[in-house]
Nanobody
Framework: QVQLVESGGGLVQPGGSLRVSCLAS????????MGWYRQASGKQRELVAS?????????NYADSVKGRFTISRDNAKSMVYLQMNSLKFEDTAVYYC??????????WGQGTQVIVTQ
């Protein structure tokens, strides 16, 4: 079982950058495909980026963030990162990390809030 703690959110202006981080502790972390998800107010949670384990050779992005966001992982530190550039108002959401496949509802962390505002 992987425990998840997200951090790094905050307020940012349109066009700005932010990096959110996820500490994913658990003995099986390195082999797990991981994803960054987000949930905007009143909307369903969506997967925006994913990275395969352990080497990160397969990376996928939602069309809405492609070219602006970069996912990465550091297995030695049990961390997953999401670098977000050229942020837009519509990127405002709570960002979560979790497994890409086989997510258990009780496994979600508290998330980290990103607000894009003038």
């Amino acid at each position: 079982q992987v425990q998840l703690v997200e951090s790094g959110g905050g307020l940012v202006q349109p066009g700005g950058s932010l990096r959110v981080s996820c500490l994913a502790s658990g003995s099986s972390f390195s082999g797990v495909d991981m994803g960054w998800y987000r949930q905007a107010s009143g909307k369903q949670r969506e997967l925006v980026a994913s990275i395969s384990g352990p080497l990160g050779t397969r990376i996928n992005y939602a069309d809405s963030v492609k070219g602006r966001f970069t996912i990465s992982r550091d297995n030695a530190k049990s961390m997953v990162y999401l670098q977000m550039n050229s942020l837009k108002f519509e990127d405002t959401a709570v960002y979560y990390c979790n497994r890409k496949y086989g997510v258990r509802e009780e496994s979600w962390g508290q998330g980290t809030q990103v607000i894009v505002t003038q």
